[in-house]
């Protein structure tokens, strides 16, 4: 378990301090997989790289498994490292190192035996669809096979958490797939703990079992990601969720539809229109399948007809939809 206790983190500058994270508190739990989401710029990446401790918190504590990593010395710190591999956007990859030997130095550095090293990394290289490619270098991969080789290294010393910062952000949509596929099956079959930062809500719901979101380095919301997804609480959930043209000032009345994974599949506004003769404009409109069931939801612009939107609101009512009333902002 991953606990982070009222943490801060300022950069100092030739001006006014710059605040990345204030007051942060957050719990992963083990076997989980968590996303950390935001807009550029809230702190989402110095809170992973504080997590480690690769940036030193101004405050706050940092647990990990009972341990506070703010109180370790540097070789128990060096040592707990061992239990939290990092994968990046940009791979990191040795370029003068074939594969097998990218895998094996962090092994190397642990003081590993080199032939104990050489079998853990083919097999993990194997693991990641890589192991015909044993030496291959970096310069002849493409950027997915990059991405699964740095996989293959951040768990090489068998750690119990993972960090993934932006890890699929450089990547197309069908390679981001693979690699988000490849992350569950780490996570399901070895246990690994992984953490998930991103900027992409498709990414989150595609994996992630909680989510928080982080706005102007706080953490605006935390829940579980289908809740989050069908029923934002805060303006910055509603912003990585909602197209930004829908918070836009509103000249129509709106509502939005959550489905809950259980009404997704029924004719929901063909129903509507037909019972309650009632023209509505569908402004938006999203399904996605998270944890097996598939949830939704639609933004309907509402007739300028006080009498007629009544009724639409009553018909929603009848019929246990869900809904929620977009407000100008």
């Given at each position: 378990m991953i606990e982070i206790k009222h943490l801060n983190k300022s950069f100092r500058t030739s001006g006014e301090p710059i605040v990345a994270l204030q007051d942060i508190n957050l719990t992963i739990e083990d076997g989980e997989i968590f996303g950390i989401i935001g807009l550029s710029g809230a702190g989402k990446s110095t809170l992973v790289r504080c997590i480690n401790l690769l940036e030193r918190p101004d405050s706050g504590e940092v647990i990990l498994d009972g341990k506070n990593l703010m109180a370790l010395s540097k070789k128990e710190l060096l040592k707990t490292r061992q239990s939290i591999g990092m994968i990046f956007q940009g791979f990191h990859l040795l370029e003068q190192r074939t594969l097998l030997k990218n895998v094996c130095y962090p092994l190397e550095i642990a003081g590993t035996d080199k032939r104990a090293a050489r079998e853990?990394?083919?097999g993990l290289l194997e693991m990641v669809g890589l192991g015909n490619r044993l030496d291959a270098y970096p310069s002849q991969l493409s950027g997915g096979q990059k991405q699964r080789v740095a996989i293959a290294r951040a768990l090489a010393t068998s750690p119990r958490y993972l960090l993934c910062d932006e890890a699929t952000s450089a990547l197309d949509p069908n390679?981001?797939?693979s690699i988000l596929s490849l992350l569950k099956e780490i996570n399901r079959t070895m246990g690994v703990t992984i953490i998930?930062?991103?900027h992409e809500m498709s990414v989150i719901d595609r994996i992630c079992d909680r989510v928080a979101v982080l706005d102007k380095s706080h953490v605006a919301e935390i829940g579980k990601v289908s809740e989050v997804f069908t029923s934002p609480q805060s303006d910055i959930a509603r912003?990585?969720?909602?197209?930004k043209a829908l918070s836009a000032s509103l000249s129509q009345r709106r509502l939005r539809l959550v489905f809950d994974g259980?009404?997704?599949?029924k004719p929901i506004i063909s129903n509507l229109v037909l019972e309650c003769q009632a023209p509505v404009n569908i402004m938006f409109a999203d399904t996605r399948v998270i944890d097996g069931a598939v949830y939704g939801q639609m933004v309907i612009s509402l007739p300028e007809d006080e009498r007629m939107d009544e009724?639409?609101?009553?018909?929603?009512?009848?019929n246990q939809i869900n809904y929620i009333e977009e407000v100008q902002s």
């Open positions: 853990r990394a083919a390679t981001t797939q998930v930062i991103t912003e990585l969720i909602l197209p259980e009404s997704s599949d009724k639409i609101i009553a018909w929603l009512g009848a």
